[in-house]
C-alpha cells in the first residue's frame, strides 16, 4: 500500500511521516518493566542507552516511569517524577537534538516532562484516565499519541470497529481541549485488553484504522504476543518483533516504538526499499 502522508508539528521542528518510517526507541527509567526493568535505572545508565540508540537511528526517544505490564503497580505522581525528570534534564544539558516523547498518564507529569524538553505526550491511556492531561498538551502546543487500552470493550463486537468507537472518544477529548488534528497520533495499542488471537487480527487488519484519519504507531516490541506464540522469553524475541514492526510498515504503520533499534531499522529500510526503491523509502516521504 502507498503510505499515507502527515506531518506532525514539534516545536521548532516536525515529524515527516510517510514512505521513511520512524523509529521510537523505548527508554523504561524503571524497576519493574517486562523485558528491561531496572535496566537504565540511573542517569548514567539511562544517558548511555539514550545515546546507543541515537547512534542505532533512533527518530525519537520514548521516556517511561511507570511500568504498564500485566500486574504491575500504580506510581504515584512524585515517584514517576523522580524517575523521569533527571534523565529528561540529563538530556537537555546534554545538548540532545533527538525529540523526546514523555510516557505517561498523568497531566502533571506531562507538564513538568514538556518543561523540561519533551516535545510529544505518549498516554497508553488514550487521554481518558486524568481529565487534565488533554488540556496540558493543548497548552504547550505538544503532539498527543493516543493508545487504544478499552478494558470495557464488547468482545462479542468487531474488533476493529470498537477500536474505532473507544479512539472517536479520545480524538474528541483531545479536540475539544484544543489540541490539534495534525498533533494526534493513533497507537492501537498492542497487547492491551487484547486476547492472543486479537492481537494477530489487529496486525493482519491495521490498515483499516487510516480510515481514522491519523499517522499510526506500532508497538510490539518483544511483547507477549511474541513470547505466548513462540514459548520465549523478551530476550528472545527480537527476531518475532522485526516480523511484527516489517508487517506494520506493510499495513502503512509510521511510527515503530522499539527496544531493539538497530535491527528493527535495518528491517524497515528493506521493507520501505521493496515498496518504493532503494532511495525513495530512506530520502524521500510522499
Known sequence: MT????????RGSSLSLGRTPLVMGILNVTPDSFSDGGSYSTIETALAQARSMVAEG??????????????????????????VMPVLDALAASGSQTPVSID????????QAVQA????????????HDPEIAAVAAHHGAPVIIMHWDTERDTARDLIDEMKRWLDISIAIATQAGIAR?????DPGFGFAKSLAENYALLRRLDELHALGFPLLVGTSRKSMLGKLLDV?????????????????LKGGHIFRVHDVRENRDALRVAAATLYGPNGGSTENG
Open 58 to 83: 533512533a527518530d525519537i526517544l520514548d521516556i517511561g516511569g511507570e511500568s504498564t505490564r500485566p500486574g504491575s503497580d500504580p506510581v504515584p505522581v512524585q515517584q514517576e517524577l523522580d524517575r
Open 104 to 111: 505517561t498518564s498523568k497531566a502533571l507529569v506531562a507538564d
Open 233 to 249: 522469553p523478551p530476550a528472545e524475541r527480537v527476531a518475532a518483533t522485526v516480523a511484527t514492526t516489517t508487517i506494520g510498515y
Open 117 to 128: 524538553g519533551a516535545s510529544i505526550i505518549n498516554d497508553v491511556r488514550g487521554l481518558q
Open 3 to 10: 503510505h499515507l502522508r502527515y506531518d506532525v508539528p514539534l
Open 182 to 186: 495534525e498533533k494526534i497520533i493513533l
